[in-house]
């Protein structure tokens, strides 16, 4: 069992009741002789296998409302059971926009009826309609069960706006999380700017329109004494301004994606749409700081900024493709490739699933720990799995790991004590 919320790492017998851990002990016994003849008793036999806190992803697309065609809250839900996700926060970016009351009820029950057991927290839109010219009521959102607001997919161009946003964010308690682009900067870019994108004669994005946005919220961030979330940061110097603000105590979170960390823009080579994501896969040099920056603490959360697309969006020219990839089931075995390699801990790579996120979001989950909420991801290391995209549980199956062979296998996925996921194979 790892947790990282506990500093606990080893062999342990993990007893829940009533959907809680009930205790956490060493395990000196086999758990059946430690509790004879339980009546009702169920025991999961995880010897051999990782035991530890079930996931959260901060940064989901599950596109219901409006999008369905692309992914629902059943089939998102179902692929985040799949990759040992217990919770998720689904983005704003729907059709309506969830930018008020009604939408995020509609959600919450939807994922209620219709969800595979997984948590889902909707987080709110910044502004109405995702226009960047009026704030939607933050209280509203926050009481109808918004865990966070963000126009994600959208920049907040206007600094006023992102200065009252974060004044109320503090007031509410709920993080703001920005989508750091400028877009004047970024144009009609379709991949990072650098000799790649000019060698493949597409248009660039610098790395200056994520760096400018980041530092200009951190700085609104100081000025507010605001909850600010940095969302999928990509480039070297976004990461450097995040570790000088965290130095200064500024109250500033972030998070990077598995395919920020493993991937750079050379995968662009051959014009594959599902390596088309924005902000864009960067240089080399991006990578290598985005993984210091998740050694460090500088980078608190993986997040998987699963954005599902159809192949109406993806099977077209390169620069006419939408953005994004799937990401939920093919998370946690992405980024264990960095354990593999020696690059992070796989207590690391732990923390920044559960006890990160929870803590950059105020949630009561991502521990192990007494009294908790038992929600668990249970893995097979020593597993291996090729990624076939048609046996995927999302909807959409736009992923740029489609016939890769990855090691580290969730086999099973419990919330709140009950199964909600187990492997056939």
Known sequence: ?????????????????????????????????????????????????????????????????????????????????????????????????????????????????????????PIGAVSHGQKGERLTEMAELKAAGCAAVSDDGVPITDGGLMRRALEYSKIFNMPVITHAEDPHL?????????????????????????????????????????????????????????????????????????HHLTLTHDSVFGYDTNTKMNPPLRAWEDVEALRAGLKDGTIDCIATD?????????????????????GLETAFSVVYELAQEGILELNQIIKALTINPAKAFSLDKGSLRVGSSADIAIIDLNKTWKVEPRELKSKSKNTPYGGRTLKGVVVSTIVNGKVIFERKS
């Open 1 to 121: 069992m790892i947790d990282p919320s506990s500093n606990l790492d080893g062999i342990y017998n993990i007893y829940i009741m009533g959907g809680r851990i009930a205790s956490v002990k060493e395990a000196e016994k086999d758990a059946t002789e430690l509790v004879p003849g339980a009546p009702g008793l169920e025991i999961i036999d995880a010897a051999g296998l990782l035991v530890t806190p079930g996931f959260i992803d901060a940064h989901t697309h599950l596109r219901e409302p409006g999008f369905e065609y692309k992914e629902t809250i059943k089939t998102g839900t179902m692929a985040a059971a799949a990759g040992g996700f217990t919770t998720i926060l689904c983005m704003a970016n729907t059709k309506p926009v969830n930018d008020n009351e009604s939408v995020t009820r509609y959600i919450l029950d939807k994922a209620q009826r219709e969800g595979s057991g997984v948590s889902v927290l």
């Open 186 to 258: 970024a144009g009609s870019g379709v991949m990072n700017e650098g000799a790649v994108s000019t060698k493949l004669g597409l248009k660039g994005i610098p790395n200056a329109a994520e760096d400018i946005i980041v530092a200009r919220d951190i700085a609104l961030a100081e000025l507010t004494g605001g909850r600010l979330h940095v969302a999928h940061v990509s480039t070297r110097g976004a990461v450097e301004l995040i570790r000088m603000a965290k130095r200064q105590s500024i109250n500033v979170t972030a998070e990077a994606t598995p």
């Open 306 to 326: 699963h954005a599902p697309q159809s192949t109406i969006e993806k099977d077209v020219e390169f620069d006419k493709a939408s953005n994004g990839i799937i």
